[in-house]
């Protein structure tokens, strides 16, 4: 056994054993090396690729290695998107950093084309919804993952329109005013908070039915809905998710499950359409508040309907008034401020021959596009429903576009009909392409069905203290009078 040992021994220690090992320690480094270089190299030529491309794009120019530094706030930076879409044209380029390229665009026909052919979203913008609501086959993932799921719920919905008059039922619309009785107990309320409950109510409903409204805990749900929301874009502006952190866990219990996609796929329903509908039905009380004259001529409307019509349910496809201030007030709120997209694979060729690189975050000022007048008019800043109204021509199947004024398209005056805002490229609430929001129709047609029975039996006024002329984007006072029939 000793003389095996010393072998053994005399074998580690001998001059050819050192110098073998010394070799494979060598060929391990050079190898570790030659891939690290490898990767690198491919890196930096991919870069020097994405800077050749990006260099075609006009833009200001940027001296900095690290992009055009701070760039402000959201409302600065909105500003200065605008700013420089006067300045470099249509398209222009931003560097947000070394390797990270914006792209903005301002032209509608180029827009529409691009929003054809981009259908991704960019990865950390799914970080805050993957925290909050765990995953989702129809939110933040590529087109093709969410392509089937979208599909199914357009379908669904189509299925809910399907020769119903409304979308939404009678004690679903029953509930909110009783919830609107309720508040105005107090004397008003918060538009924003009573916005928010009857898109939650609306949602809740669509989803699981009537049954959702005697549910006891839907209060404690519709803010705990919010507060995990708001946590979550918190938690996701670190670069790296912070779970050694107690708040953290504080925030959303530890029971993170990455497989519930159901779950996140009922849960970003609920979010994103409760925060869309929320934002909608805000703004039309808010404009009907301020515009009186707008509010008793689509209160006229709903009667005149009303009575020429057999059906209990109210057939808002004949309110064309109310569905066009639906549509002007979408146009001046959209969902967000910017509409963003990505191509992570392939370059896009934009009609007139741009070319922008994979993995560019392509945004669109919707906001400022919505409201600026080569698309809409003189008055885009205005809030005129009548845009989206036409005389109708006796004698004839064609509609001719008029002056978007009240005596020239008014419903109660005259035959008119509804033009589809889709038709104008600028007319981006909703989105457009291959991401445009499958419940735009639902949503519309719900919405309307509540203001035709809101404005039915309520008034809505500024809260006296407040002025005629008042508006606020943080919730302004209103009152909700009945009226005396």
């Not at 300045?87 to 301002?106: A, E």
């Not at 979208?150 to 909110?176: F, H, P, Q, T, Y």
Request: proline share 4%.
């Amino acid at each position: 056994m000793n003389s095996i040992l010393k072998l053994v021994n005399d074998f580690i220690s001998s001059e050819s054993t050192r110098e073998y090992a010394k070799k494979e320690f060598n060929a391990i480094l050079w190898v570790a090396l030659i891939t690290i270089t490898s990767v690198l190299l491919d890196k930096v030529f991919k870069l020097f690729r994405l800077w050749s491309k990006a260099s075609k794009i006009p833009g200001p120019p940027c001296n900095s290695f690290f992009g055009h530094g701070n760039l402000g706030s959201r409302e600065n930076f909105i500003d200065l998107l605008w700013e420089s879409h006067d300045k470099y044209g249509s398209v222009f380029k931003l560097w947000l950093g070394p390797t990270q390229l914006l792209v903005s665009m301002k032209d509608p026909t180029l827009i529409k084309d691009m929003l054809l052919k981009a259908g991704d979203k960019l990865p950390c913008i799914g970080k805050a919804f993957r925290l909050a609501f765990g995953r989702s086959s129809l939110f933040f993932c590529s087109y093709d993952q969410a392509q089937k799921g979208r599909e199914s719920l357009a379908m669904e919905l189509d299925d809910k329109l399907l020769g119903k008059a409304n979308v939404i039922s009678k004690n679903v619309v029953n509930c909110i005013m009783e919830g609107v009785d309720a508040s105005m107990s107090i004397g008003s309320v918060d538009c924003k908070l009573i916005s928010q409950h009857m898109a939650f109510t609306i949602l809740g409903t669509s989803l699981f039915g009537d049954t959702f409204l005697a549910w006891s805990k839907a209060t404690f749900y519709e803010e705990l809905l919010m507060m995990i929301a708001k946590d979550a874009s918190f938690w996701a502006s670190y670069r790296f998710t912070p779970f050694w952190k107690r708040g953290f866990w504080r925030s959303f219990g530890g029971d993170i499950n990455a497989r519930e996609e159901p779950c996140g796929n009922i849960m970003g329903l609920m979010f994103h359409g409760c925060i869309a509908t929320t934002s909608l039905i805000g703004s039309i009380l808010e404009r009907l508040v301020a515009d009186a004259e707008i509010q008793d001529k689509i209160y006229s409307e709903i009667m005149k309907v009303k009575q020429g019509s057999v059906r209990e349910d109210q057939d808002v496809e004949e309110m064309l008034l109310l569905l066009a201030t639906i549509y002007e007030s979408a146009r001046l709120l959209p969902a967000g401020p910017l509409l963003q997209r990505c191509s992570l694979k392939d370059d896009l060729i934009l009609k007139n021959g741009m070319l922008i690189p994979a993995g560019a975050l392509l945004v669109v000022p919707a906001q400022l596009l919505q409201m600026d007048g080569s698309s809409w008019g003189s008055d885009a800043s205005k809030f005129n429903p009548y845009r989206f109204l036409s005389k109708a021509v006796k004698g004839s199947d064609l509609v001719h576009d008029t002056s978007s004024t009240e005596e020239a398209a008014d419903p109660i005056q005259c035959s008119s009909v509804l033009n589809d805002p889709n038709d104008n490229a600028a007319f981006l609430p909703f989105g457009s392409g291959m991401r445009t929001c499958v419940g735009q129709k639902f949503v519309i047609r719900g919405v309307a069905t509540l203001f035709a029975s809101l404005l039915e039996h309520y008034e809505v006024r500024p809260h006296p203290q407040l002025g005629n002329g008042s508006k606020s984007t943080a919730g302004p006072e209103i009152v909700f009078a009945r009226r005396s029939h």
